[in-house]
């Protein structure tokens, strides 16, 4: 059985929601459908989820909001008119939305949530009434009677462990299950969501669940590409990776997947394939586990590179560092302290950078994390940087080959860029160079060069 998750562009139209259709019903394995909410049908467009969001800080507010109610409820008219169903069949939609709007619910956040929620809610009941209407035998399943359990995270909820046995039992399910992604419910029954873009989470739980042969989660590019499209043009496209490979392209900028997405099918070793709704003919990109990404001698080491930009590196210096027992961990405790996570901590004798991306660590922290160093841990300098990028130069085979580390250090050199700092993974995946944030894209194109062209 292949559980298959549709992104919103896949579902901002009617004619993408026949293209939807079709991609099931041409493969009766494909049991198990998640949509997202409607996406943007061009690019000035506004996502459901987006305007849901409107209506929320609109009614929390206590602005007018009846006119970002209608657009919604229009999208959805449209979508229903296209279909062939008519425009009653919106009607659902619109007392959903009010009787939302209208819940007793005591937080915002727990507001805002379920006023989200509601894209993938209502695009799931659509879908599966236009499967019906077409013949097919479909329900629409609702996540808490499936038994889509939650953190009470709002808005970045986590996966409870029961989830998995609760879900499991759709695999016994006869009909076609239309299943909305990116909410569930938390213990105490609020509908609580996943981060933004979380549908692609909702699949990958579900294919766990039910022991899928495949994860195929349909977006709207051919491939993965080997590197950002926008920077290099016409990059090569990537058949097939490994979990690993696509968990570190991702960290670096890959925004193809959630990037929780991977870890239920990871543990499971359930593959993954990316495909095109608007192209299904291409076979797509599949991530797989690594005994299965066996590759010939002589293919490119390198899979693919990314970039990512907004790191700030707190760099501690103290003679005879290496000496003192203890100095990682407390230092990595301050951090720890004021809730910042660290991304990479590369070390001397003598000293230690921690590298900590910008978003998560603002001006006011910042300062309480370098008074608390000099404090607490009596070192001889601390100096911070922003404009920090990381490059991350991935692929399994580069730990057997000879030279790729060389070979990347001179592409970047011709390019005149000075690398501030190199980090082999310890799980020799990657590897990562630090240069500043104007460098990046030269950087990217010298190393495209060197190992793609
Ligand atoms: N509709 C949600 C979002 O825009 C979730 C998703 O599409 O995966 O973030």
């Known amino acids: ?19 939807v259709c079709d991609i099931v019903l041409s493969d009766r394995e494909r049991r198990i459908v998640v949509v997202s909410a409607p996406g943007k049908r061009f690019d000035s467009d506004i996502k459901v989820t987006d305007m849901l969001i409107e209506l929320a800080s609109k009614k929390l507010n206590n602005e007018d909001y009846a006119e970002t109610l209608e657009n919604i409820v229009d999208r959805y008219r449209q979508i229903a ?61 609702n996540p808490k009677d ?6 009470n995270d709002y808005g970045n909820a986590r996966v409870l462990k029961k989830t998995y046995d609760n879900l499991a039992k759709l695999r016994d399910m006869e009909e076609l299950v239309i299943f909305p992604g990116f909410f569930g419910y938390s213990e105490d029954g609020e509908v609580v969501t996943f981060s933004r873009g979380g549908s692609d989470v909702t699949g990958s739980v579900i294919a766990a669940a039910v022991n899928a042969t495949v994860y195929e989660n349909f977006t709207d590019v ?41 870890e239920p099918v990871y543990r499971k070793k359930i593959a993954v394939n990316i495909r095109n709704t608007n192209n299904p003919q291409s076979p797509g990109t ?21 970039a990512d930009k907004g790191f700030i590196t707190v760099h501690v210096e ?8 203890g100095f990682g961990r407390r230092l990595l405790t301050i951090f720890e302290k004021e809730g910042v996570s660290y991304e990479h901590a590369p070390s001397g004798i003598d000293s230690i950078s921690v590298i900590v991306k910008e978003r998560n660590c603002p001006k006011d922290k910042l300062e309480r994390i370098t008074d608390a160093i000099r404090k607490e841990l009596e070192v001889d300098d601390v100096v911070v940087e922003h404009g920090l990028a990381i ?20 592409a970047i050199a011709r390019a005149n860029v000075n690398i501030r700092m190199i980090n082999q993974g310890s799980s020799e995946v990657s ?6 944030e104007d460098d990046v894209e030269k950087s990217l194109i010298a190393l495209y060069d060197e190992f793609f062209r």
Do not use: W
């Open 391 to 410: 490059i991350m130069l991935v692929g399994r085979g580069m730990s057997r080959t000879v030279g790729i580390a060389s070979r990347a250090t001179s």
């Open 286 to 306: 599949m991530i797989v586990p690594a005994e299965r990404a066996e590759r010939v001698s002589g293919e490119n080491p390198v899979v693919g590179i990314a």
């Open 81 to 141: 008119i296209g279909l062939g169903l008519g425009e009653d069949a919106v009607e659902f939609v619109k007392q959903d939305l009010t009787d939302r709007l209208n819940s007793n619910v005591d937080s915002d956040a727990k507001f805002i949530d379920l006023m989200k929620a509601a894209g993938e809610d209502n695009t799931a009941k659509l879908v599966a009434k236009y499967f019906n209407f077409i013949g097919e035998k479909a329900v629409y399943m």
């Open 1 to 19: 059985m292949k559980v298959v998750k549709f992104g919103g562009s896949s579902l901002a139209d009617a004619n993408q929601i026949r293209k």
């Open 431 to 436: 590897i990562m160079f630090g240069v500043h």
């Open 318 to 325: 103290k003679y005879m560092m290496n000496r003192e027992i």
């Open 222 to 262: 051919d491939y993965v590409f080997c590197a950002n499209p926008k920077v290099i043009k016409d990059p090569k496209p990537i058949s097939y990776f490994t979990y690993e490979e696509m968990r570190e392209l991702s960290y670096a900028g890959f925004n193809v997947l959630h990037e929780e997405t991977l």
């Open 146 to 151: 499936a038994g889509m359990l939650l953190s």
